[in-house]
Structure formats: C-alpha cells, structure tokens
C-alpha cells in the first residue's frame, strides 16, 4: 500500500481508505527537518497572534476544554499570550505547502471515488434497513434489548452515516440520475421524501444549514453552533457538585436531539431564511446563544418569525405522530397491550439512539487538547485547512463493523478536511 506522509503539529491520524489501494498516514513531526509543512527556516515567536496571521485569534488548548451545554455566553476576545511550548509548531508550519498537500489528496481522493462507493453506500443501508427490520418484527413484544437495539441503530445511522455523507454530497457525481442520493435531494423538499430518505427529529433543511453550512466553515470560532465549550459553558461554571453535573449531562445524553439539538437547527435555518431578506437580525436575537426547547417561552424566535406551533408542525410534530404513534398503530388490531409494548420499545430505542449519537457526534470536537479560535479564516486556505485537525478527533478506525457503530465518525478530520468524500 502507497504511503503519504505528512507533518501536522503534534496531532497524529491514520486513514485506511478501503476499496481502494493506498493508506494514509498522516504524522505530526516537528522535527522532521524534510517534511513540506515544515518551514526551515521558523522561529518560535513571541505570541502567535503577531507572528502567525494565517492563525491568529486562536485560543490553546486547556484542561477542562469541553464546556457543557446549554450556555447563553459568548467567547470574549482574549489578548495573545506567549505561545506555550507544545504550540510552538505553529510557528513552524508552512500553510502554503499544507493548502497544497490537503486539496491535491483531496482532489485525487475523489477521482478515485466510483462504483466501489455506491456498493458501499447500498451494502450500509441494507444494514439499517436490516436494523430497521428486526426492530419493527420485534416491537410488539414486552421491551427488550435487541429490539431497543434494532430500533436505535436505525435512526443512528440512517442520520450519521447515510444522510451525512449523501447530504455532503459524496455520492453526487455517482448519481443515477435519481437524484436521490445527492446533496440537492436527499430527504428535502417533502414530508414523503423526509420519511422514506431520513427521518428523524431534526428538519433535514435546518440541518443542513446548521452542519454542512455553519459548522463545517467555521469550526471551533463563535459561529460554529456545535461549538462545545460556549453551549456548555454554563453547567461547566455553576456551583455544583461534580456528580450532579455528571447526572445532568447523563440526561443531556438521553434527550439531546429533541431538547436542543431540532430546535437549534431550525433556528438557524430561520435566521439564512432572515438574512436572505437583507435586514439585520432583531435585537431580541442572539446569534450564537444556543436554542433550546425551553426557550420557545422567550421572544427570540417570535422576533424571527416563528414559533412553537409553527416548529411543531414542520418539524417535530410529523415525527411524534409518525414514529410513535402511526407506526405502532396497526397492532392495535391485536390488542392494546401489543401497542404499547410497541410504543415503549420505540421510546427506549429513542433514548438509546440519544445516548449513542451523543456518544459518537460530542466527542469529535471536545478535549482539553483540542483548539478554539476567535476569528474567521478564509475557506480552503492553509489556515482553514489546519483548523479542521487541530479542532477535530479520531477514533479507531478500520472495519465495517466498528465504522458501524462509530456512525462513520470515526474518521472526522479526514471528513472535516475533504466532506464531499463519501464514506469509503
């Protein structure tokens, strides 16, 4: 297998790009005198703010880097500090030679993708469906683990691995002339295509301005929504015990999708909507404040807008009648006990499907090693491109299976550096 080796800071990632032939190796080394990251000639400098512009306004790591959920606080600009022995490498890499290196991988990375990437995408999907399946034949009996289980693996990924990467567009230029499983059709522009593509609490519209738009272009600054450390600020500062702010992020966990994570995303959504308008956002509004359930009883999105009747109706009314109440409808013919039993399974897998994306999606970003940055970089610059591995985490990868229950994110800086690849 062809090896590629580059040099990134400290961080280290190893890619295994199945199906095809090549794996990437992708090592931090500073030292490494030849490595076309590297400049020969750098020097540590006295902040990086001053010496590095492709990076300033970045704050380095800390301990106690994840902040938990929920905050209404916004990051305050923070002077530049002298730069801290393990960020020296900074100071060091070359953004010009990164940006090359990135786009020419990238670039050859999607003209290799084919028919191997379809199979892929298919032979996942019948897995779901195969999830789908057992948990929908299994339903009617007492709640058990292996329906719970069927159950959450299909919402799982159907959203993590299929609707991610389709809405990505990683499979647009294999398109069957469908459309449907390409970025400007999958899931949209229906209640019949949401349910047959990807169902779920979450608007797929609002989604994809929330995530593929805010979130992938500005990672780790004030716009990024998912921007862990300021959402979780609050439970992080408040004068609690630390088993009770475990409990509550144990909570957190099991209601996320429903509690913050819908509601935020159609926020976003109906602020492009305003600002499509071209006046400024109301004052009622703030733009980073993360949105949650509760705060349908403030005047924010009435300022935009809208309301709960209205978020209910588009977004997550059609899924609490479809899921839990449609779908288990039928064994009513059986008898009510087979119903219920029905709807108890579906709202266990629920709360399963809560814990395991939280699990698999909050961990990509959050660590006491990871960076947050004050400013915005240019798309696709050298600088961009560095935000996307210093602000994201691997886990182990390689193997169906364990890409499986991982979501397929598990590969995250590959996925932040290049997401138009599909997930082979």
């Not at 003209?111 to 034949?137: F, P, T, Y």
């Not at 647009?172 to 459309?179: I, R």
């Not at 924010?300 to 059609?318: H, N, Q, S, T």
């Amino acid at each position: 297998a062809a090896t590629v080796t580059l040099s990134w800071g400290w961080c280290c990632c190893c890619y295994t790009h199945q199906g095809r032939t090549g794996t990437m190796l992708a090592v931090v080394a500073l030292a490494h005198a030849s490595s076309a990251l590297v400049a020969s000639s750098a020097r540590l400098p006295g902040s990086i703010a001053a010496s590095t512009p492709a990076l300033a306004h970045f704050t380095a790591p800390q301990s106690l880097r994840s902040r938990p959920i929920f905050a209404s606080a916004t990051l305050e600009p923070q002077v530049a500090a002298p730069t801290a022995a393990e960020d020296a490498w900074i100071a060091r890499t070359d953004l010009a030679a990164f940006k090359k290196d990135c786009q020419a991988l990238g670039s050859r990375l999607e003209a290799e993708q084919g028919e191997a990437d379809v199979k892929h995408l298919h032979k996942m999907v019948r897995w779901s469906n195969a999830c789908g399946l057992i948990g929908l034949l299994t339903m009617w009996m007492a709640p058990n683990p292996i329906t719970v289980a069927a159950l959450s693996l299909w919402s799982m990924s159907r959203w993590t691995m299929i609707a991610h990467h389709t809405c990505h567009g990683g499979y647009n230029k294999q398109d069957d002339g469908t459309g449907r499983w390409t970025s400007g059709g999958f899931a949209l522009g229906s209640l019949r295509k949401r349910v047959v593509d990807w169902f779920d609490w979450m608007l797929p519209e609002a989604w994809n301005v929330e995530h593929n738009n805010l979130h992938h272009f500005r990672l780790g600054e004030s716009g990024d929504p998912d921007l862990v450390e300021r959402n979780l600020d609050t439970l992080r500062t408040i004068k609690l015990p630390r088993p009770l702010k475990y409990v509550y992020v144990a909570f957190l966990a099991c209601v996320w999708k429903w509690y913050y994570y819908a509601p935020n995303t159609y926020k976003q959504l109906k602020m492009q909507e305003w600002k499509k308008t071209g006046k400024p956002l109301p004052e009622e509004v703030v733009e980073h404040d993360p949105f949650v359930i509760t705060k349908f009883f403030e005047g924010e999105a009435r300022a935009l807008g809208y309301g709960f009747r209205d978020y209910m109706k588009r977004v997550a009314g059609p899924y609490i009648a479809l899921r839990f109440l449609a779908l288990p409808a039928p064994l009513l013919i059986f008898g009510k006990a087979f119903f219920f039993n029905a709807v108890a399974n579906l709202l266990l897998a629920d709360v399963l499907s809560n814990i395991h994306t939280f699990i698999v999606i909050a961990t990509n970003h959050a660590g006491d090693d990871l960076y947050k940055f004050e400013g915005s970089v240019t798309p696709k610059s050298g600088s961009f491109y560095m935000r996307q591995v210093v602000s994201s985490v691997n886990f182990r990868t390689g193997g169906d299976v364990n890409d499986f229950m991982h979501g397929w994110l598990n590969y995250q800086i590959e996925h932040h550096l290049w997401p138009q690849l599909s997930m082979l």
